[in-house]
């Protein structure tokens, strides 16, 4: 199987990251989207690092 992560276009609040690692981990998005905000209040370096998965990750273009 081969598996790759995309932004999501499907299940997507801002810009698609956070649907797009749960359905690569096959996870609720609500937990990841939890998780980003907790690690966002816990520094603020979680903005940071969704901004940057933002720019990174490609969108998905299979649908």
Do not use: H, Q
């Not at 907790?38 to 903005?47: D, N, Y």
């Not at 969704?50 to 490609?58: E, K, M, S």
């Amino acid at each position: 199987m081969n598996k790759k992560l995309y932004k999501s276009s499907s299940n997507k609040m801002i810009s698609g990251v956070c649907g797009g690692i749960a359905e690569f981990f096959d996870i609720d998005p609500t937990i990841v989207r939890l998780a980003w905000v907790l690690f966002a209040l816990a520094g603020g370096s979680g903005i940071l690092a969704y901004i940057a998965c933002a720019i990174i990750i490609p969108k998905n273009t299979n649908y």
